[in-house]
């Protein structure tokens, strides 16, 4: 009994996990969609190209938080043999 009420607990909180992960993902592509949207605005407006001295470079790093719900890319076997006949 204790058993079936244990691996019920996980099933329901992996359940929850999942649907809560979706929503966090939605909510951070939201969050970093306006931010680069904003970003857009000034570039457009200053019509400026920024040199090394004065670029933000810390804005344009990956946010490690976001990686994780990247789809992952299904690539067909590459044949380089082909390439070349």
């Known amino acids: 009994m204790k ?3 244990t691996l019920i607990l996980i099933y ?3 359940l929850l996990a999942g649907s809560i992960s979706e929503k966090e993902k939605k909510s951070r592509a939201d969050a ?3 931010i680069e949207m904003q970003k857009e605005k000034k570039y457009a407006k200053e019509q400026t190209f920024y040199q090394k001295n004065n670029y933000d470079f810390k804005g344009a790093e990956v946010n ?4 994780n719900s990247l789809p992952s890319i299904e690539v067909d076997d590459f044949d380089m043999d082909s ?3």
């Open 83 to 85: 390439v070349y006949d």
């Open 64 to 67: 490690k938080d976001s990686v």
């Open 3 to 5: 058993f079936i009420l």
């Open 32 to 34: 970093q969609l306006k």
């Open 12 to 14: 329901n909180s992996l």
